[in-house]
């Protein structure tokens, strides 16, 4: 089965096109990481607009790499949400306009699960397992019963990890993307050198206000010529890691389970990958997607369409949404 994906759900745009949910033909990637630097952030309607200036030529692309014609896709599939709105509407419009035209189902697929559906793709894994999901936007972990039952076991109660990163980066006058710039200073830094806290919540919690705050107090002890950014980096990725690792590995106890996988874009930090990766000596079976999936792609996204399609009468009349 062929599966056209598209994937417009904040500043990048994509198109896929994979076969079976896992192997993947063509995946085209237009990222607008340049135009929104200056800004320090994603702006929505600059967006949106990049949006539909790529939308048309990532298309195209996408069957002439995987050397298929639109009449031999089986399904069109394209994030519904959560996202922004605006840049939602791009690829959704695209991709139900596809169908249409030529008369072949559309499959509309929510945004989280395709990140944890990543793990699909060029892989052997298969339910149940559980997910640690880590992106800029959200932190869950997820029970994968089966290809179409996931279940939310923990979420965190203020800042996602991706966000807590930009934020700390930002602290430390690092510039936008400032999660992938903490990653490499951190590797050049003493995980040792403060003692950053984790925070006391409950078991299906995560909790990153408390770190953050830690974090500001010993910026503010620095000058910024003499703050050592490095060591900072190290630290605070160091207590990232350990709280996500020891509250996956939680639920990996309480549900019995010792297949654990990562998703999101927060699931190319190295320190985590590492985390994961020492895992296997312990008995856990470890999975990940290659970092090209970790970041948002429309392969995701058709590899949902293809285990676990958002389930509706009449998916044409799907609408995008903002938030889960």
């Known amino acids: 089965m062929l599966i056209l994906g598209i994937e417009s759900s904040c500043d990048e745009t994509s198109a896929a096109i994979v ?12 990222t607008q990481i340049d135009i929104h630097k200056k800004f320090g ?10 949006h539909l200036n790529s939308i048309n030529l990532v298309v195209k692309e996408a069957f002439e790499k995987a ?23 791009v690829g959704l419009n695209v991709s139900k306009t596809l169908s249409i035209i030529y008369n072949k189902p559309f499959i509309g697929v929510n945004h989280l699960n395709a990140h944890v559906d ?49 934020k700390v980066a930002r602290l430390c006058n690092i510039p936008y993307p400032g999660g992938v710039m903490l990653d490499k ?37 620095f000058n910024q010529d003499d703050l050592p950014k490095n060591d900072i980096a190290a630290s605070f990725q160091e207590t990232i890691s350990k709280t996500l690792i020891k509250k996956l590995l ?18 190319a930090n190295s320190r985590l990958r590492e985390r994961m990766e020492e895992l296997k000596n312990q008995g856990y079976k470890t999975y990940a997607p290659i970092l090209k999936y970790c970041t948002d792609n429309a392969a995701m996204v058709a590899s949902c369409a293809y285990f676990n399609p958002i389930k509706t ?12």
């Open 19 to 30: 076969k079976d949910g896992r192997e993947v033909l063509s995946n085209i990637v237009s």
């Open 41 to 50: 952030g994603v702006v929505p309607e600059v967006a949106a607009r990049e």
């Open 67 to 89: 050397n298929v014609k639109p009449d031999m896709i089986d399904a069109f599939a394209s994030t519904v949400g959560p996202g922004l709105l605006g840049c939602l509407l």
């Open 118 to 166: 990543a793990n699909f793709i060029d892989s052997d894994l298969v339910p149940p397992f559980i997910c640690l999901l880590v992106s800029g936007g959200h932190s869950q972990i997820i029970y994968v019963k089966d290809y179409g039952s996931q279940q939310i076991l923990a979420q965190t109660l203020d800042d996602a990890v991706g966000e807590v990163y930009d």
């Open 185 to 221: 200073m951190a590797r050049l830094g003493a995980r040792d050198a403060f003692c950053f806290p984790e925070a006391k919540v409950k078991e299906d919690e995560f909790s990153f206000s408390g770190l953050k705050t830690a974090v500001l107090r010993q910026v503010q002890k």
């Open 250 to 267: 939680y639920f990996s106890k309480k549900l019995n389970c010792k297949t654990l996988a990562l998703a999101g874009g927060v699931a």
């Open 313 to 324: 009468d009449d998916p044409l009349l799907l609408e995008a949404f903002s938030r889960d």
